[in-house]
């Protein structure tokens, strides 16, 4: 897809406002995947423990995408 074609779905402004949600779906993938790495190993205690780890990442990841969506969408009602 070319950058063109991004900008027009995908604005600039709204590619960048919150970074931390990105780095928050790829901590919840790595920790899934070394989950899923334990358990193959026949660790699954170790496993486990991770599996919880992951939910609570994935929870946090929700939490930013809602309160940045609540945030921006407050502001641009503000704004229009």
């Known amino acids: ?9 995908f604005p600039d402004t709204k ?6 949600v990105p780095i928050g779906a ?3 993938a790595g920790v899934l995947t070394a989950g899923l790495i334990s358990f193959k190993r026949g660790n699954s205690q170790l496993g ?7 939910v609570l990442a994935q ?3 929700v939490v930013l995408m809602v309160g940045s969506a609540y945030y921006y ?3 641009f009602k503000r704004a229009g």
């Open 1 to 9: 897809m070319a950058d063109s074609e991004m900008d027009s779905i």
């Open 15 to 20: 590619r960048h406002r919150n970074p931390l």
């Open 26 to 28: 790829l901590v919840t």
């Open 48 to 54: 486990q423990q991770l599996m919880r780890a992951r």
């Open 59 to 61: 929870g946090g990841t």
């Open 73 to 75: 969408g407050d502001s």
